[in-house]
Nanobody
Framework: QVQLVESGGGLVPPGGSLRLSCKASGRIDYPYTVSWFRQAPGNEREFVAGTFRSASSTSYSDSVKGRFTVSRDNAKSSVYLQMNNLKREDTAVYYC???????????????????WGQGTPVTVSS
């Protein structure tokens, strides 16, 4: 059983930056996949960025590519999401998710992840 705790959310103006952290209660090294999802009011939960089984295999949604960077420190059981040039449409609750047996084709499917954090809210507004 892995417990995930997100932190780092808050209010930021458009164009600003935030760094989200996800701390796991246990080890999340190989073969764990750890990803970030977000959910805005009235919307479905959507994939943002992920690390597939290792820190070197990353993937991003088209909407955040070039602005967000996902990184992973297995020694600290932590995954980070650096968010730059934030836009109003990035406003959402951001969730960290992990799974030990995920296959690559399921990376962007929230239903395939076993472990979830409680979420941290991000509001982009002037």
């Amino acid at each position: 059983q892995v417990q995930l705790v997100e932190s780092g959310g808050g209010l930021v103006p458009p164009g600003g930056s935030l760094r989200l952290s996800c701390k796991a209660s246990g080890r999340i090294d190989y073969p764990y996949t750890v990803s970030w999802f977000r959910q805005a009011p009235g919307n479905e939960r959507e994939f943002v960025a992920g690390t597939f089984r290792s820190a070197s295999s990353t993937s991003y949604s088209d909407s955040v590519k070039g602005r967000f960077t996902v990184s992973r420190d297995n020694a600290k059981s932590s995954v980070y999401l650096q968010m730059n040039n934030l836009k109003r449409e990035d406003t959402a609750v951001y969730y960290c998710a992990a799974d030990r047996q995920l296959i690559l084709s399921s990376l962007r499917l929230p239903s395939q992840y076993d472990y979830w954090g409680q979420g941290t809210p991000v509001t982009v507004s002037s």
